[in-house]
Structure formats: structure tokens, C-alpha cells
């Protein structure tokens, strides 16, 4: 029996085709909406930090954050809570490296700060709504900024946050946006409709 080899060849890169373009929305799929050094800020973290704000208006006033009840939540919002995770990771990242607090001092800021947040959102009930991991990150990012920053001189704020994340290793996905040092923020992408409106967009992406 004879067989076509070029008749072949068809279907077969066909497959490599399908199979390549498979492989490349799955690498896709799971990129990491950000990242800061060896720290990836997920897009189901910042999908479910948008869900949050919608379910949670106090949490929503709390932040200045204008969600709907339904449809897209704003590209400012999602990049606003992208910035407040990368924020927290290099505040982290140094609050590890100095460990200007004691063990005994961090706890005592961080009830404090539990404290502060219950009475902001109106209720513990309220509080304890919020996702733990968007919790934690608002608690400790107040501890991080209070540690680092609360003994700083307002006019020498801007110097020390500079140099705070001089060196930062930030990256973030074009869609969502670009890293701005000199903002210290997640700044959309300029032409409409080119960034997700919310990390769940990127779906079709």
C-alpha cells in the first residue's frame, strides 16, 4: 500500500497548530497578573478582590472604590487593587529585611489595626466578610506603612517611599496595565478597551 506522505503532512500540522495554540492560551491563562520579585499576584487573587467590593459596599466606601452591582468592575478599580498588592509585597518585602517592630509591638499594632478597620466598615461582622487574604493584606499594609513610615517627616515621606522601591523588581501584564515608579501605581493601559475591565475579561483574551 502506498502512502501519500504530502497528503499527510496536512492534518499533522494542522494538529501542531491546534495543539500550540492550546499550549500558548494556557501559558496565557496562567500568567500571573503580577509580579514582585519571587511574589506572583494571581488574577484569581485580583478577580476575587473586585468580587469583594462589589459584595462588600463598606468595603467598597472604605477604599474609594465606585463598583457596580453588576457588569464590569471599572479597569481604575482593578488597577487600584493591583497597586495595593504590589505596594504590600515591597513594603513586606522591606518590613522583613529591617523588622523594625518587636514580635510583642507587631501584635499589639496589628489589634490596633483590627480595631481601626472593625470600626471603619461599621461592624465586625462586616470585617470578617472580607476574604482572608484581601484582609490580611489590608491589615498588614497598614502595619508595613505605620512601621516604615509613621516616624517619617511629612516633607521627607515621598524620599523614603522612593527609596523604598528603588530596585523593586516589578512586573505587571501589559493588559492590566504598566508599572509606574514615579506613582508607585498600576497605570491601565492608554487606549480604550485594551486592558481588562476586570481580571475575569481576560477570558477571551
Not at 18 to 29: D, I, N, R, T
Amino acid at each position: 500500500m502506498n502512502v501519500d506522505r504530502t497528503a499527510l503532512r496536512t492534518p499533522v500540522r494542522v494538529a501542531l497548530a491546534v495543539l500550540l495554540a492550546v499550549a500558548a492560551a494556557s501559558c496565557s491563562w496562567n500568567q500571573p497578573a503580577a509580579r514582585v520579585g519571587d511574589t506572583e499576584i494571581s488574577r484569581d487573587q485580583l478577580e476575587a478582590d473586585t468580587d469583594a467590593l462589589r459584595t462588600i459596599p463598606e468595603l467598597a466606601t472604605l477604599l474609594g472604590a465606585a463598583v457596580p452591582e453588576e457588569g464590569p468592575v471599572p479597569a481604575a478599580v482593578v488597577t487600584s487593587l493591583l497597586s495595593l498588592r504590589i505596594s504590600h509585597a515591597v513594603l513586606g518585602a522591606r518590613y522583613e529585611a529591617t523588622k523594625p517592630l518587636s514580635a510583642e509591638d507587631e501584635a499589639k499594632e496589628l489589634a490596633a489595626i483590627d480595631e481601626q478597620l472593625t470600626a471603619d466598615l461599621g461592624s465586625p461582622d462586616v470585617y470578617a466578610k472580607i476574604p482572608v487574604s484581601l484582609r490580611e493584606v489590608l491589615r498588614t499594609f497598614l502595619l508595613y506603612r505605620t512601621a516604615l513610615l509613621g516616624e517619617v517627616p511629612e516633607d521627607q515621606i515621598l524620599t523614603e517611599v522612593s527609596a523604598i522601591f528603588e530596585g523593586a523588581d516589578i512586573e505587571v501584564d501589559k493588559r492590566y496595565g504598566t508599572w509606574d515608579p514615579a506613582l508607585f501605581e498600576v497605570v491601565p493601559p492608554e487606549a480604550p478597551g485594551q486592558g481588562p475591565a476586570s481580571s475575569g475579561d481576560l477570558d477571551a483574551s
